[in-house]
């Protein structure tokens, strides 16, 4: 393996120059016309006007049952001075569509007629011409322009069209594209039994094809070609030569030593764009050889889902005459504070929730390679390059992804994290797997914050009182004024020392930290963890000066433990499982009670049921008991019902 | 022909009664599940959850381009203590995306690293364990649940399949739906060549396959049968014995002689619903035959295509285990009065442009068999059974059958109905296939209030005023206040006397219709032409009260003709072409200017400039020429330019 010069991007444009130069430059490109069965032409866009070949209807009809006659031969007619005519000759009857018998030019109502005799009947005022007679051309006249050129066409246009008696349709042909995979490390989806370590499945390739089939479009996904610039550059010449609207290479149109796209394109045709200031998707290649447009997308699957969206899908229509459907947005208040870089359009992906009947979208902070990112999200908000990003509790418009209804699925929590959350929400999934537990982990203080402010379902925290040992019930009381919330207990958990294998310090309580030799890594400040540590050294009448290491902070668990296992300290404050995940050793000290803080109005809610059908179950309470640190005896117990202002219910 | 007995409905139910009981009776009811490829398995829906069959990664690889090493090994680095690595036996050049050396567990980045000899580095910082790594499992874990079961997928979702090492996917089988088109008057469209009067073209059939196309499953279009009671009988039973999962037979869902559909279901199995208060739609047929769901649909195309989409596109979702997509509805101002009846749930086709930046919606007035309104309507307003409508300028919810930006080529206008607007709106269509001009008819009066209310682009006027002689400019000033507009002259056009053919009572002038022997026919008050009237009379020094019939009103045009052709009356006033229509002969009165009042910020607009050009063309004008009593000399002139206080300019 050796080192290899990195190039850059030329000039860096941003999403709207970017979009703005290649729209323009195939603003006048379509695809060419074919002429297909009209029984065929769903969702297909008309290249010309249509004109109809017949009149709608073809012929004088009946609009009304009763009976079809010459009005001037009823103009006298009055309830003074009734008239009446002979069947046959002079009245004939009709039903609604029938034709009008020759000689006839009005239908008189059923209601009106007053039969005389089997041949004669009745009438008390006149006809006037055409009355309920649908005349010929009512609905559409032959020659008539009936759908203009560039029209989807829907169910009822079709039906129009063969009412109008059209059997063929110009279109615009549905635009071919050639999808490329390029890549040595690339192994098609077929031979996925067979990997080496840095092997990767062509997955991107299948994605892609599924993206253009949504524009109405062909994708043909070829042989994945290595990351060699001769082949890539045959393979597109080759596709070139063939009857191609567009072109996808996919990856290399990075700046990378081995992305070679942008090179290929620039000595074959012109790069028209060559990186955009968005995120992901920054890498893309936007130009044209031979007139056809090429487009190099990035190969990190989100990024070239994203930048898909924002060229190929625009040019596929454009392509066929006209403009792409309108996506789905959507306004809902972000969960969680997102933070972007100013200059870049970054776009977040997002779960989105309903709590009490606004919608809170939960940003999923994850990478342009992780796949899970994009089938987890149910939405997209775009943070503009002027903007640092939104607060939490700000309105955005999210761009949702999947259908509005599958939303009510998620259940949003927030607060402290524990292990037995990844536990409980794979429990869900697999009692019915639509429910999705989404948990944000912002500490305990600020899941009551987030539940105060409507922003989550429900919150996870272990909050101790430290003026009476108890856990959570003063803070919801100081906190949840007017919010009412029931609290279950999830689990009761060790807290202890987090310390090196085989404790070569010999810590066994939180005198030893004060030994002197002992060097201490702490959690923040306002995290439950600290509360607990300080309230153990005040019981033991410790004076945190004396600790060494006290005033550095860390801000997680698996942070503390990190610290410990690098040496950089002999002891911190944590979780069992924490210290279990790096193989260090753990100290129990105390036993904290960890609890769901559930939104009353949830209580009846089907996926909150069904939460509360696992945590009481010996199931759960087993899988619980097999992590290790965690006695899951109460779990499910409701520990208070509180309505807003007192407690209804209280179970220390 | 016969008459025969006309039964009824047995019990009607309200739209939502019948949606429940369909939903309910079908509600566990899913097609047969089949195994497919992931590549093709686009729009799908899973039936079943779908765990990793491997992990994401499957192997530890480099997050970041560095050197990977054993964390174990840098715990001593620091500023102070730099420590010094050997190139491949301690530290190993990687990029992102390698698979980590045997022994190895961290990436150091580049940037961190500093070199010292070919062989040799330098680090200042120790690495921790696993970081900048990117550790099997950290995307998805093998065995880890990936996708719920009823769960619609998307591009996205079968990269994550492909990632996870899963080549097939078990999804429910697309449904079968038989359409059975029946009725004697039908003729498939490959015989549209031959019609005779009374045949109607079988394309019902063909929109509703592509509606059930829309609905993600699979529509087979059988050959028409005849409406006779076996006929029809034996096409289901033949329907039934196949394997389809939905069975339409369209027509004779109603309750006349000829309709079988109910009688048929009734005797081979159970009806469910028949007869829905819903307008248009209301002859719809629920049942179930073989606990396979059966519907029979209306004749009419539209009602046709709205019972299908309140019953059938929910269920062929619904037996793919998911929700249908939602509907894109837009808020609107409605433009023109709605009424609709008490008790039924009535589906208005609109017609929406964009005025001011808010959208408007105008009705179409038409009935059910005319297949335009369908092609013709960009959405469709309800008005619910407990509404007897909405006002004009009333707040709806508009669902848009068509993507929103095409509403921007409709162009509203509203106000005096005369024959040239139709010559306009079809010389627009000629420029530009997707111009529409929407003209709705309220009288001069109202198309100004219309204007003032942000309801219309356009209005066509000829409101003169009595006391100069002079058309529309006292009107604007007294109506549009605030308002800018410009009025541009469309024509001047003839006002006389709509008499009987060859004239027999010999009317000449105002004068004659005082004579004691001649009947009129009078507009309503406020009519243009009715003060027209008034003003020809007061000038010749005649009372209203000396004619007989002045106050015998009509509302249109067409109507004061009819009433003369019908013999009601001798004399009526009205423009030549109704006269004409109605082959009545025509003594011009005097001539009258009909001006189109546009609005200001359309002035620049694409759809006006486009209009401007056609008015002031030889083109046009020859046409309105040919009409017959137009004078098109000045068609085009800019008669006022009014900036909502004053004139700025004005030429009488």
């Known amino acids: 393996m050796e080192r290899k010069a990195r190039k850059v991007y030329l000039r860096m444009k941003t999403l709207k120059e970017a979009q703005d130069i290649w729209t323009d430059r195939f603003k006048a490109t379509r695809t060419g016309i074919e002429e297909i069965e009209v029984t065929e032409a769903l969702n297909r866009v008309t290249a010309s006007p249509v004109f109809a070949r017949r009149s709608v209807p073809h012929y004088h009809g009946a609009a009304m049952d009763g009976y079809a006659v010459d009005a001037a031969l009823t103009f006298g007619a009055s309830d003074v001075k009734p008239l009446r005519l002979k069947v ?50 009512e ?7 009936i759908l203009p050129e560039r029209h989807l066409l829907k169910p009822a246009d079709l039906a129009c069209l063969l009412a109008a008696g059209i059997k063929t349709v110009k279109v615009y042909r549905k635009p071919l594209v050639w999808i490329q995979p390029t890549g040595s490390e ?14 990767i499945i062509e997955f991107n390739g299948t994605m892609i094809k599924a993206m253009v089939e949504e524009c109405n479009a062909l994708g043909i996904l070829q042989e994945i070609v290595p990351d060699e610039k001769d082949a890539i550059s045959e393979a597109v010449k080759k596709a070139l030569k063939s009857e191609v609207d567009l072109l996808i290479i996919n990856a290399g149109s990075s700046a990378g030593s081995e992305d070679y796209t942008a090179q290929i394109v620039d000595e074959l045709g012109r790069v028209l764009v060559h990186g955009v200031t968005m995120m992901p998707g920054k890498p893309v290649v936007l130009g044209e050889i031979d007139g056809k447009p090429v487009v190099g997308l990035p190969g990190y699957p989100v990024s070239a889902l994203l930048a898909f969206d924002q060229f190929v899908r625009p040019l596929l229509w454009q392509l066929q005459g006209i403009w792409p459907p309108a996506k789905k947005y959507v306004d809902a208040v972000v969960g969680r504070k997102i933070a972007s870089k100013l200059g870049l ?15 809170v979208a939960m940003p999923i902070q994850r990478g342009a390679g992780v796949i899970t990112s994009l089938t987890r999200a149910d939405g997209i908000v775009v943070v503009s390059q002027e903007k640092e990003g939104f607060r939490d509790g700000e309105t955005v418009k999210v761009e949702l992804l999947r259908p509005e209804y ?18 409980l929400a794979s429990e869900l999934k697999r009692a019915d797997s639509r429910i999705r537990l989404v948990s944000s982990n912002v500490g305990s203080l600020g899941g009551l914050m987030a539940l105060r402010r409507g922003l989550a379902h429900l919150a996870g925290s272990h909050l101790l009182n430290t003026a009476d040992g108890s856990y959570n019930f003063s803070y919801v009381e100081q906190y949840l004024k007017g919010i009412p919330v029931r609290l279950i207990e999830l689990a009761k958990r060790q807290q202890g020392f987090i310390v090196q294998k085989g404790n070569p310090k010999n810590i066994r309580d939180v005198k030893d930290l004060a030994r002197g030799d002992v060097t201490f890594i702490n959690r923040q400040g306002g995290a439950g963890t600290r509360i607990l540590l300080d309230y153990e050294l005040e019981k033991a009448g410790i004076q945190p000066e004396s600790i060494k290491g006290y005033d550095q902070e860390e801000y997680t668990h698996m942070a503390v433990a990190v610290a410990v296992v690098s040496g950089r300290a002999d002891a911190g404050m944590g979780i069992f499982a924490a210290a279990r995940a790096l193989e260090l050793d ?22 909150i049921r069904t939460l509360l059908d696992i945590v009481s179950s010996d199931r759960f309470r087993g899988i619980v008991r097999d992590l290790g640190g965690y006695d899951p005896s109460n779990s499910g117990t409701v520990r208070g019902i509180w309505n807003g202002t007192e407690w209804v219910e209280r179970r220390d």
Do not use: C
Request: cysteine-free; glycine content about 6%.
């Open 186 to 199: 690339l192994v098609p989806p077929s031979k996925a039994d067979l990997l080496k370590p840095g092997d």
């Open 88 to 137: 046959g000759s002079e009245a004939f009857p009709v039903d609604t569509g029938d034709p009008l018998p020759d000689g006839t030019n009005a239908v008189i109502m059923i209601e009106h007629v007053f039969p005389i005799k089997e041949d004669e009947i009745e009438i008390r005022s006149p006809a006037y011409p055409w009355q309920h007679v649908r005349k010929v051309g």
């Open 139 to 145: 609905d559409i006249v032959a020659g008539e322009l």
């Open 345 to 359: 359009d970054e776009f977040v992906r997002v779960i989105v929730g309903r709590v009490a009947d606004r919608l």
């Open 406 to 423: 599958s939303v009510d699925w998620n259940l949003l929590m927030i607060g402290s994290h524990d292990n037995t959350i990844d536990v």
């Open 586 to 607: 753990f100290v129990p000290v105390t036993e904290e009670r960890y609890d769901l803080i559930i939104r009353e109005d949830m209580w009846e809610d089907r996926k």
